[in-house]
């Protein structure tokens, strides 16, 4: 395995709408060891996530995986997770508790924070790794991991969707923003 570097904001294939992957493709020792190598890669910069594109793969490819996460103290336990070709649907709720809104990070953008609203009930359907079909359904902190992850695919950063008056440094963020503050879930923040 080996640790691939994270391309940063401003990199254009950030940006850049990333390929379905093939079936074939899946099985093939270069897309096994990316998906590999995403998970060391994840690991090694404790991210909650990490797309291929990042890496510089233009492939609709993405991990995550939160188990105490020191950079996301609120989130659930999110079991390890591959996607292939993701596709997700949000879920209607009930009116006034379908959104969620969390400070976001990514690795592609390190030391920036910014509050993100996003649908708080979503059904992924995608590939695992192994090329089966899965269907999972997600809600609050971890649909938005997922939603953040399958943005990359598109070319999507959380900044785009961020609410840019909430932009802040990591060093400003640890100080003015309470925990109160940085994880809204339909009323229940922490
Ligand atoms: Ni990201």
């Given at each position: 395995m080996v640790y691939r570097p994270i391309l940063k904001l401003g990199h254009p294939l950030l940006r850049q709408p990333a390929e379905s992957v093939s079936p074939t493709e899946l099985q093939s020792p270069d897309t096994q060891q990316l998906i590999d190598d995403l998970i060391e890669t994840m690991h090694n910069a404790q991210g909650a996530g990490l797309a291929a594109p990042q890496v510089g793969v233009s492939l609709r490819i993405c991990v995550f995986e939160v188990n105490e996460n020191p950079r996301y103290p609120w989130l659930p336990t999110i079991e390890l997770t591959t996607l292939i070709n993701p596709q997700v649907s949000a879920l209607p709720t009930n009116d006034d508790h379908n959104a969620i809104e969390m400070y976001e990070g990514c690795l592609s953008i390190p030391g920036l924070r910014g509050k993100v609203r996003r649908s708080r009930l979503i059904d992924v359907d995608a590939l695992d790794r192994t090329g089966a079909s899965i269907h999972v359904r997600y809600e609050g902190a971890a649909a938005a991991v997922v939603q953040h992850e399958v943005d990359h695919l598109d070319g999507t950063l959380f900044v785009d969707r961020a609410?840019?008056?909430?932009l802040t440094f990591e060093t400003e963020y640890n100080r003015f923003i309470p925990l109160t503050a940085r994880f809204w879930d339909g009323g229940n923040s922490l």
């Open positions: 609410d840019t008056q909430t």
